[in-house]
Structure formats: C-alpha cells, structure tokens
Nanobody, 124 residues
C-alpha cells in the first residue's frame, strides 16, 4: 500500500509560479516511477510529467514542456512539480501518482496509487 499526499496548490496570477509537492509513504519509494496528472472540469485526466524510479528519465506533455519540471528526492520520499509561466489553461486539479513499474509512463492505467489532488487556479 502507498499513501500519497499532495500540497502546494493555490491561486496564482498568469505568469506566476507554483511548486507542488507529493509526500509518499508505504512501499519502497525508490522502486517505482512517479507521475503528475491534472484534470480540468469537463476534460480527461492528462499526464503533465513523469519521472523514472532512478530519476534519470523524465516525460513532459507538450503543453508544459519548458515550463514545468518534475523531480524526486528518494531520501525524503518526495516528488515535486515546479510550474513556471503559468497560464489560465493550467487551471486544474493536480494529482500525484505512483506507477506499477520503475519506468515512467504517461498512461493513467499504469499508475497504481493516487493522491487526493490539489487545486491549481491561474487567473488572467
């Protein structure tokens, strides 16, 4: 069993930055990839970033490439999503997820555990 808790969401003006954090507990953190997903009202859940178990490989959605950075701290069992140059299109609930495997994936069905989500709202 893995328990994930996100934090760091909030309201920010366009052009601003936020850093999301995800604290993991339970299963050996270093064995599995982690991902950040988001879901806006009326839209499908999408993967915005993912990182392999080793931290050596990452994925970013085209919509956030160059603006978002995913990282992990194995010792602290933490995953982060640094979000810069935010736009109103980034408004969504952001979820942290733990994958079934060590390699990253952008597919939600390959993630086994999910956090409760944190709201990010970007005003224009």
């Amino acid at each position: 069993q893995v328990h994930l808790v996100e934090s760091g969401g909030g309201l920010v003006q366009a052009g601003g930055s936020l850093r999301l954090s995800c604290a993991a507990s339970g299963r050996t953190f270093s064995n599995y990839a982690m991902g950040w997903f988001r879901q806006a009202p009326g839209k499908d859940r999408e993967c915005v970033g993912a990182i392999s178990a080793s931290g050596g490989s990452t994925y970013y959605a085209d919509s956030v490439k160059g603006r978002f950075t995913i990282s992990r701290d194995t010792a602290k069992k933490m995953v982060y999503l640094q979000m810069n140059s935010l736009t109103p299109d980034d408004t969504a609930v952001y979820y942290c997820a733990a994958a079934k495997y060590g390699y990253w994936s952008s597919k939600a069905y390959e993630y086994e555990y999910w956090g409760q989500g944190t709201q990010v709202s970007v005003s224009s």
